[in-house]
């Protein structure tokens, strides 16, 4: 109104309801929920395409919380140098591709635009996606996202659909807009085994059918164990909450999540050293012409290279270079064979 009253609705009428804009779905695609799909951004070094998917894994797997080979690690694509990994359950991979065989599987959270910087939003069925700078994103039931907002030092919000808890408040709207082509070829279905379920001879199925019934027989024997062990577990799942409480941090619900918030703003994540040691190594090799590294592989805090020079001499430069980049260097029995000389290197942080 002119006068810069309240303009109210007249008697009777109801205010139109909020709509909130669908999420694009692109031809192929498949939109996976975000909650269960971890998405991370990690920078790798020039590696061969090959050599950068066996290594992905080694790369973040201080930042999962199941074993590497319970996952697929799936790596995405290149934004501000730094790779987008997603990571899911091979159980859940292996349902999603059985309800859509020929389709790319894609967390939802890709169907917003990557912003400029701080958080893109879209919020819609008791949920909020959320799509961060470095290309990676998360999802969060609506009533957590304040309180996730808060904990991440409350960074600029654009708005691509529905509305922001109390206490949040949009910088700008953003379009929801298809896939651009840098995503055209990601597909986490491509992360795990052909149909995900386990081949077995049939000789093998009897024999597990055995082990069943006799498993059969034992669970009443057992039974009065799980009860005492879930009267236990109660109790100490009502002590941490309490521990929690009493250390600042709010209760949502979900004791997983409050546990992770906690542990996250009390320690830093616990790197494995792969990255630092790779880029070291990489480093190195590359001042030394000719020589080519096979094969690569990571445990126990080392470094193993199948590397293949013109001749020995090539491959005693590849020696001397890592050393003098400040690494131990173990060096198996070299070889020629096909007219070049191979050798395995196992290189390890600091003298």
Do not use: Y
């Amino acid at each position: 109104m002119a006068d810069g009253s309240t303009e109210m609705a007249a008697p009777g009428l109801v205010a139109p309801a909020l709509v909130v804009p669908a999420l694009v779905v692109p031809a192929g695609v498949a939109w996976l929920p975000t909650e269960q799909v971890l998405l991370l951004s990690a920078a790798l070094p020039p590696l061969p395409a090959a050599q950068r998917r066996t290594a992905v894994g080694f790369a973040v797997e201080d930042r999962i919380a199941q074993p590497l080979d319970q996952v697929a690690v799936v790596l995405g694509p290149v934004f501000a140098g730094a790779n987008v990994i997603a990571v899911a359950a091979r159980q859940d991979i292996a349902a999603w591709r059985a309800t859509w065989p020929a389709m790319r599987l894609v967390p939802d959270v890709l169907a917003l635009p990557v912003p400029v910087n701080g958080w893109a939003v879209w919020v819609g069925g008791g949920r909020a996606l959320v799509r961060l700078a470095d290309g990676t994103g998360f999802a969060v039931p609506v009533g957590d996202l304040l309180t996730r907002w808060q904990h991440g030092d409350s960074p600029e919000v654009v708005l691509c659909g529905g509305e922001l808890p109390e206490g949040m408040v949009a910088a700008g709207v953003m379009p929801l807009v298809p896939m651009g082509r840098v995503w055209a070829r990601f597909d986490l279905g491509s992360g795990s085994d052909r149909d995900g379920l386990l081949r077995l001879p049939r000789g093998i199925w009897a024999l597990a059918g055995v082990l069943v019934l006799a498993a059969a027989l034992h669970l009443g024997l057992i039974w009065a164990d799980v009860v005492t062990e879930r009267r236990v577990l109660a109790q100490r799942e009502a002590g941490l909450r309490a521990a929690l409480t009493a250390a600042g941090q709010a209760d949502s619900g979900s004791l997983d999540g409050d546990l992770a918030s906690a542990l996250s703003a009390a320690a830093p994540v616990r790197q494995s050293g792969f990255l630092p040691l790779m880029a070291a190594s990489s480093a190195a090799l590359s001042e030394v012409p000719g020589v080519i590294v096979q094969a690569l592989s990571w445990g126990d805090a080392s470094l193993r290279l199948d590397l293949q020079a013109p001749d020995l001499a090539g491959l005693q430069a590849a020696e001397a270079a890592l050393t003098t980049a400040g690494l131990t260097v173990r060096v198996g029995s070299a070889v020629n064979a096909d007219g070049a000389a191979k050798v395995s290197m196992t290189v390890e942080a600091g003298p």
